[in-house]
């Protein structure tokens, strides 16, 4: 059974790089039954997709964000990882990884519990 | 602003039944069957309670269900139990080829 954790700082600031990880236990990240994504919820606002990326590197990325989002597959690690550049406090959220799945990889299951990212001088 | 419309809150007493509306467009909840239903217990990591309108993962209580008309869709919950208490969201696909979710819907089991 995949069990997803997102690591990384909780602290940005502004204009900077936001790097996550996510790191994957009970599967493998090369396995070609899966794509990997990563979905973000501002507080006290809903969910918002930001992308998802197959084993290979092909990804699909949210129009809104994708000037500035890169996700990648470090499979010697078992992790994949969210850049999202250029921040301000907008992008201030609770970060989740998850598995896509569906005809289109829009459903996803499971979940990590999210990490809450601040952007902040 | 989220793309699809949740009410914020609804609430209901143990043993009774519930349902929690999703409104998209013709692009998204009206023009596919692909939507899907989360709970989420603040702390914890969301589950997939329903997937392409009225599918149920293994292992969800069959309390649970899903369905759809026009460009609304429906979460329905029968015989209410306080575990229920959560935040729920609505998802779809959309003809841009990306996901949209709700703003989410707060249960409060009275």
């Known amino acids: 059974q995949l069990q997803l954790q997102e690591s990384g700082p909780g602290l940005v600031k502004p204009s900077e790089t936001l790097s996550l990880t996510c790191t994957v236990s009970?599967?493998?990240?090369?396995?070609?039954?899966?794509?990997w994504g990563w979905i973000r919820q501002p507080p006290g606002k809903g969910l918002e997709w930001i992308g998802n990326?197959?084993?290979?590197?092909?990804?699909y990325y949210n129009p809104s964000l994708k000037s500035r989002v890169t996700i990648s597959v470090d499979t010697s690690k078992n992790q994949f990882s969210l850049k999202l550049s250029s921040v301000t406090a907008a992008d201030t959220a609770v970060y989740y990884c998850a598995v896509p799945s569906g005809y289109y990889y829009h459903w996803f299951d499971p979940w990590g519990q999210g990490i809450l990212v601040t952007v902040s001088s | 602003q989220s793309a699809l419309t949740q009410p914020a809150s609804v609430s209901g007493s143990p043993g009774q039944s519930i349902t929690i509306s999703c409104t998209g467009t013709?692009?998204?909840?009206?023009?596919?069957?692909?939507v899907s239903w989360y709970q989420h217990h603040p702390g914890k990591a969301p589950k997939l309670m329903i997937y392409?309108?009225?599918n149920r993962p293994s292992g969800v209580s069959n309390r649970f269900s899903g369905s759809k008309s026009g460009n609304t869709a429906s979460l329905t919950i029968s015989g209410l139990q306080a575990e229920d208490e959560a935040d729920y969201y609505c998802?779809?696909?959309?003809?841009?080829?990306?996901?949209?979710f709700g703003g989410g819907t707060k249960l409060t089991v009275l």
């Open positions: 013709s692009s998204d909840v009206g023009g596919y069957n692909h």
């Open positions: 998802s779809s696909y959309r003809s841009d080829s990306t996901v949209v």
């Open positions: 009970g599967g493998s990240i090369s396995s070609s039954s899966y794509y």
């Open positions: 392409d309108i009225n």
């Open positions: 990326i197959y084993y290979s590197g092909s990804t």
